[in-house]
């Protein structure tokens, strides 16, 4: 939620740079922000002693990540892999240990940085004795808004979010969704440049994250800039233009979801008509999986490039070939490889969970 007063001025944001080609080093922490940036971390390093132990663990290490303007981030990761860290960092609420980061071409350390953000934290706090519109003409006030003005945007947004009928309601009496949906509309009053959200989908039902999806979708179309955290791949599969995925503090993959899914193996889906027997020569193993069901078998072929050979071998056994269907991994799939390969690659340090 809005830390200062917002600068309602419209800025048209400036064009993108080309991509860096692979291999090319970070620029240095002295350097000045990359102005086709909203969000720009280098080297961004969060460590946490513990006051009893005094051992030092790290819930982020050398994050050097940046968002585009305009575009909608999808930040991934399991519980504990430094999603709220980095959030806490980039939004005031923590010191980073090392490195730099920059909101809007600001240092995130300077309060003007958060002059134009919206921010939804995993939990946010409210003042449950307030009713929905009272709440959001306080974040109104807070963010520089005039009474008039701030009441106007209270009833457009109460409105905007679904809860355009319970205005009267005392916060006391919402649901978990119910707040989540007001905590958005707070968190967009003050007509943010970018927006920064932890969870924004976290308690609601179908309907509900829907509306979020399109509320954000809404918000690229206006240029807005988005960055958010989720455990719900599906959606972030839907409405991201790129992914970032973060284990153990450490980032491990950025790029579109085409991009990332492409990596992984691509596999081909066979449909037949029949459960004839049909054994597959040693050369295929692990090539071929079978899936019977009912009066239709299904072949997995991990490998496209031996479909053809798996075909003949289906057809010459009697089989009847119904589909033949080309399956790209999905985005979960993806995450719990990467999940996977730095589980066996992680050493016995401790991490802390945040």
Same mark, same amino acid.
Request: no cysteine; charged share 20%.
């Given at each position: 939620m809005?830390?200062?007063? $917002?600068? #309602?001025? &419209?800025? !048209?944001?400036?064009? /993108? @740079?080309?991509?860096?080609? *692979?291999? +090319?080093?970070? $620029?240095? #922490?002295? &350097?000045? !922000?990359?102005?086709? /940036? @909203?969000?720009?971390?280098? *080297?961004? +390093?969060?460590?946490?002693?513990?006051?009893w132990t005094l051992r030092t663990t790290r819930g982020v290490t050398d994050l050097t990540l940046g968002v585009r303007r305009g575009e909608v981030l999808g930040y991934l990761g399991p519980n504990g892999a430094g999603k709220t860290t980095t959030i806490k960092v980039?939004?005031?609420?923590?010191?980073?240990?090392?490195?730099?980061?920059?909101?809007?071409?600001e240092r995130v350390e300077l309060p003007r940085a958060r002059r134009r953000l919206g921010f939804l934290p995993e939990q946010p706090y409210f003042y449950d004795y307030l009713n929905g519109i009272e709440y959001l003409e306080f974040v109104g006030r807070l963010s520089g808004l005039g009474a008039h003005e701030a009441t106007t945007r209270a009833r457009?947004?109460?409105?905007?979010?679904?809860?355009?009928?319970?205005?009267?309601l005392m916060l006391r009496k919402y649901s978990k969704g119910m707040l989540q949906r007001i905590g958005l509309a707070a968190t967009l009053l003050h007509d943010p440049e970018l927006l920064i959200l932890d969870e924004p989908m976290s308690g609601l039902d179908p309907f509900g994250r829907r509306d979020v999806r399109e509320l954000i979708l809404e918000q690229r179309e206006r240029g807005l800039t988005v960055m958010f955290s989720s455990h719900i791949l599906p959606d972030v599969e839907m409405i991201c233009d790129r992914v970032a995925i973060v284990l153990d503090g450490r980032l491990q993959r950025v790029g579109t979801v085409g991009e990332l899914v492409s990596e992984g193996q691509q596999r081909v889906e066979v449909r037949c008509?029949?459960?004839?027997?049909?054994?597959?020569?040693?050369?295929?193993?692990?090539?071929?999986?079978?899936?019977?069901?009912?009066?239709?078998?299904?072949?997995?072929?991990s490998d496209d490039a031996r479909l053809g050979?798996?075909?003949?071998?289906?057809?010459?056994?009697?089989?009847?070939?119904?589909?033949?269907?080309?399956?790209?991994?999905?985005?979960?799939e993806l995450f719990m490889a990467t999940a996977e390969k730095v589980a066996r690659e992680r050493p016995g340090t401790e991490r802390r969970t945040a």
């Open positions: 809005p830390a200062a007063p $917002p600068d #309602l001025r &419209a800025v !048209p944001p400036p064009p /993108l @740079a080309a991509p860096a080609p *692979a291999g +090319t080093p970070a $620029p240095a #922490l002295e &350097a000045p !922000p990359d102005s086709g /940036l @909203a969000v720009e971390t280098r *080297a961004l +390093t969060k460590s946490y002693r513990n006051p980039l939004t005031g609420l923590h010191k980073a240990t090392s490195g730099a980061a920059w909101l809007l071409g457009h947004w109460m409105g905007r979010v679904g809860l355009g009928d319970r205005t009267g008509t029949g459960n004839a027997l049909v054994e597959m020569p040693p050369a295929l193993a692990g090539v071929v999986e079978r899936l019977d069901g009912g009066h239709e078998s299904r072949f997995l072929v050979e798996v075909l003949t071998r289906l057809i010459d056994a009697g089989f009847t070939v119904r589909a033949v269907t080309p399956q790209r991994p999905t985005l979960e």
